[in-house]
Each structure stands twice: as structure tokens, then as C-alpha cells.
């Protein structure tokens, strides 16, 4: 058997296992042996993968498995990793692993909570391994419906509502993805579906190609928050339940920056020269307004959903600017926010379980009787606006020095308004640190508030080494996935 097929063969040993299981202990230690079984094997892979590149090894694409599923339509089950995604499985395994115990004492429902939560990750985990394009689409699927139920049965306030809104403009956003890859398989006249022979093939014709470009990246683009067709994220991060909300926007958004750049830039390279202008203005709008709706927000996962519209905005931006420094920045940014969001809305969901609000407007006083949660979330905000030595400064400064290499105006200018957004991040991120932290404690409950338990402070101090660990040592992390990089970026140059 392939390794990589370890990453979809676990979460399936995980779903018999939680269906088996009888009573919370048996379910706990399912989730917590396979979601270290997966931790393990994506570090494992990490190690592999770094050996084998340098020992020499200059194929594409590492640890490659072909079988062949439906001959008609040369679908194959077709599996193969680079840097990009090794980062990403890796980043994955993390978000689920402190997601367990984010969820440890979630209540009711546990086994189907956790069955739906297994069905999730596997769907990412076998998004991020698949090169066959029908077998990425079948896996971005499983990732995308067990959305619904994980919101709308253990979220909270307007679930209902942010369920279905979630799912009906993700479900939009599918269509036109099927119909752009369909488009790209039949336009390619190509006899596989697997991406690196029609890259090899690059037969596509311009004018099919500026048809189904935009319909590729507007379908990957709607689960990467692309302006206007990011208002399902506010809704959905906020009634979702704390470990769906990590999962969510630390690595299910990603599939759309992933997708992105992985089929819409590298497949059809001209009309992404031809046409990355138009979504370079939607994405820099969704920076900078993503940014200044977080400021006017006094929900707490309002906030926090609204600067992930503006720190995934970086990505679609960064990937749009065709070169190499801006990819490698992008991907970084993936990584970066992923560990970075998913701390923040850890740390809401425990905030939330102890005071039973998330308006700004009722907390103040956390850190005289919340310590250990307060320093983490000074440090998460600390990480969101950019200080030097966390995750974001390095994957930001990596997308802005890469944008401005692009020597005219109108890249330029684009530039400027989208680093503004750093200023704005500062604003909110300082203000609400200083509102909910300090001052006197006004909450009804304060009496009986406590600070982090064992499994909380398990999920908290992974992330945070994480984030630390990626600012203050980033250059194996963006060697890695400058590597693999540039075989995408060296055909989208003109």
C-alpha cells in the first residue's frame, strides 16, 4: 500500500472505531489514537519527503500511486505529494489533533459529533494527496457536507440559518468547479484526468481557457472567501461549534487557495496572465474590507471570521501576482493563518464556555481571572497583526516584498492598499486585547470562571509552539515550498 494512503486509511479505521465505541472514554480514545496516528505520519512524511529532496530527487511529485477506478472517463485514484503538500497535510494533522481536545468534553451527541468531524478530515486529508482532478473534486465533497450537520446540530445561536447558507454557496461554488474541471479535461483532449500529464500536455486552447479559468478559480474561490462571495464564512465561523470553527477556517478554507493554485493558475497559465487582474481587485477588496468589518464587530468570532476573509484574501492575492516570492508567501500565509486562526478560536470557545458571551461589550477583567487563556490570546493577537518572531510577520512580509517586485503601477499600487490592512489588523486586534483583558471584571458569572483545563491547555500550547516555531525558523518551511513552487510559477510567466 502507498504511505500516503495512510492519510484517508486512518480517518476510515477512525470512523469503524467511534461506530464500534461504547461510552465517552472509548470514544475519547479513538479520537485521541488516530488523531495522534495522523500527527505522527504527517511528521513522518515531512522527514521522508526532505530525505528524499536531498538525496536528489527532482520528480515533481513524490511518493506517486496510480489505480485506475472508472476506465470510461480515465478516472484514476492517483495520489502524489510536493512541498505545498506536505505543508498542508501537516498543517492538517495539527488543526485535528488540538481540535480532539478542544472538543473533549463537547456535549451532546459525542459519537456523532465526532463521526461527522472524522468524515471532515478525511475529506481534506485526501483532497490535499489526490493529482487526479475528479478525485480532489470527490474528496473537496466529503470535506464540504458534513458542514451542514456540524453546524446546524451542535452549533449555536443562528445555526440553522448559517448552516444552510454555508452550504447552499459552497454547493454554488462546487458547480461551477465541476463544470471548469469537466472543461479542462475535455478541452485538454487529454486521455487522463490527472493534472501533471495535462500540465505536461498544455494543449488547452487560450479561448477555452479563458472560459474555464474563471469558473476553476471563482469555484475554489468561494471557499477561499472571495469578494463577494465571502459572506456564508462570518456566518458559518460563528455558529459553528469551537473545534469545527478551527477546522474550518485553519484548513478547509485552504482548499480554496490550494485549488487555486494547484488547477486554475497551473493548468491554464495564459489566461491566468490574461486575466489575474480582475480577481486581483476582488481580492484586494476582501483584504482590506475583510480588515474593516473586524473593527466594527462585537462578537468575538465575528472578529476573528471577518479577519479571515482579510488574511485569506492575502492568499488568492499573493498567488495572482505570478511570481515565485508572492506563491511561496501565499502558502506560508496558509500555513501561518491556519495555526493562527485555529488558536483564536480555540481560545474564544473556551472563553465562551466560561463567561457564556461573546460581546465584547460584556467582557472585561479576563486576565486577573483567566491568566493562562489571556496570555494565549495576547500572544494569538500578537501573531494576527504581524510582530516579528510569530508566524504572520514572515508569511505577510513574504506576499508584500513578493507583490512589489511586480515594477508597474498597477500591481503596485494594489500593493500599498492591501498593506494597509496591517495597520487596520493592529487596530482591533489591540483594541479588543485591551477591552476584554483589562479593567474590572463586569461579567454575571465572574464568580464562578476558572481558568484552562488539562485538555485545553494541550490544544492552546500545541498552536502556539507552532505559530512560534514557523516565525522564529521559517526557512525549511519556505525552502520546501519554494521548490515546488516554481514548476507552477514558471509557466504562468509570460
Not at 474528496?139 to 451542514?148: G, S
Not at 462571495?229 to 487557495?257: E, I, N, Q, R, Y
Not at 503596485?412 to 493592529?426: E, F, G, K, P, Q
Request: charged residues 10%; neutral net charge.
Amino acid at each position: 500500500m502507498n504511505f500516503l494512503s495512510i492519510f484517508v486509511l486512518i480517518p476510515l479505521l477512525m470512523l469503524t472505531g467511534l461506530w464500534a465505541a461504547r461510552g465517552i472514554k472509548a470514544i475519547r480514545g479513538v479520537m485521541v489514537t488516530g488523531a495522534s496516528a495522523l500527527l505522527i505520519a504527517s511528521v513522518v512524511l515531512t522527514f521522508l519527503y526532505l530525505e528524499e529532496r536531498s538525496a536528489g530527487n527532482t520528480a515533481e511529485m513524490l511518493f506517486r500511486a496510480d489505480t485506475l477506478w472508472y476506465a470510461p472517463l480515465h478516472i484514476s485514484y492517483s495520489v502524489g505529494v510536493d512541498g505545498i503538500s506536505v505543508a498542508m497535510l501537516l498543517l492538517s494533522a495539527v488543526i485535528v489533533f488540538t481540535g480532539t481536545f478542544a472538543s473533549w468534553r463537547l456535549q451532546p451527541l459525542t459519537k456523532e459529533y465526532f463521526l461527522w468531524f472524522t468524515l471532515l478530515s478525511m475529506g481534506v486529508f485526501g483532497f490535499f494527496i489526490s493529482v487526479d482532478l475528479f478525485t480532489m473534486f470527490m474528496f473537496y465533497e466529503i470535506a464540504l457536507i458534513p458542514m451542514y450537520l456540524l453546524i446546524g446540530v451542535w452549533g449555536s445561536g443562528r445555526k440553522e440559518y448559517a448552516a444552510m447558507k454555508l452550504t447552499l454557496m459552497l454547493m454554488g461554488g462546487s458547480a461551477f468547479l465541476l463544470i471548469g474541471i469537466l472543461g479542462i479535461y475535455f478541452g485538454s483532449g487529454a486521455t487522463t484526468m490527472n493534472l501533471l500529464e495535462i500540465a505536461q500536455l498544455h494543449n488547452i486552447p487560450f479561448a477555452q481557457q479563458c472560459i474555464w479559468f474563471p469558473l476553476t478559480f471563482l469555484g475554489f474561490g468561494v471557499l477561499g472567501a472571495l469578494f463577494p462571495f465571502h459572506t456564508w464564512s462570518p456566518d458559518g465561523h460563528a455558529s459553528a461549534p469551537t473545534a469545527v470553527s478551527m477546522l474550518h477556517a485553519g484548513v478547509l478554507m485552504k482548499l480554496g487557495g490550494y485549488g487555486c493554485f494547484r488547477i486554475a493558475m497551473y493548468l491554464m497559465p495564459e489566461a491566468a496572465n490574461e486575466l489575474s487582474w480582475i480577481f486581483l481587485i476582488l481580492t484586494g477588496i476582501s483584504v482590506v474590507y475583510g480588515a474593516f468589518s473586524a473593527c466594527v464587530q462585537t462578537d468575538l468570532k465575528y472578529i476573528n471570521a471577518y479577519s479571515s476573509v482579510s488574511h485569506c484574501g492575502l492568499v488568492l492575492f499573493a498567488i495572482l501576482m505570478l511570481n515565485q516570492t508572492a506563491a511561496t508567501g501565499a502558502i506560508l500565509q496558509m500555513l501561518s493563518h491556519g495555526l493562527m486562526t485555529a488558536l483564536f478560536f480555540a481560545l474564544i470557545g473556551m472563553i465562551y464556555g466560561r463567561t457564556h458571551t461573546r460581546d465584547v461589550r460584556e467582557l472585561a477583567g479576563l486576565m486577573k481571572i483567566m491568566p493562562f487563556l489571556s496570555v494565549c490570546y495576547v500572544i494569538a493577537g500578537l501573531a494576527n497583526l504581524g510582530l516579528p518572531g510569530l508566524s504572520g510577520f514572515i508569511a505577510e512580509m513574504t506576499i508584500f516584498v513578493g507583490s512589489f517586485q511586480n515594477n508597474d503601477v498597477f500591481h503596485r499600487t494594489l500593493t500599498i492598499i492591501a498593506c494597509s490592512s496591517i495597520v487596520i489588523t493592529a487596530v482591533y486586534i489591540l483594541r479588543l486585547v485591551g477591552k476584554i483583558l483589562y479593567g474590572t471584571c463586569t461579567n454575571k458569572h465572574h464568580l464562578e470562571l476558572t481558568d484552562a483545563t488539562w485538555d485545553e491547555r494541550v490544544a492552546v500550547i500545541c498552536l502556539i509552539v507552532c505559530v512560534a516555531g514557523l516565525g522564529m525558523a521559517p526557512f525549511w518551511v519556505s525552502h520546501m515550498i519554494g521548490e515546488s513552487v516554481l514548476p507552477v510559477v514558471s509557466q504562468l510567466i509570460p
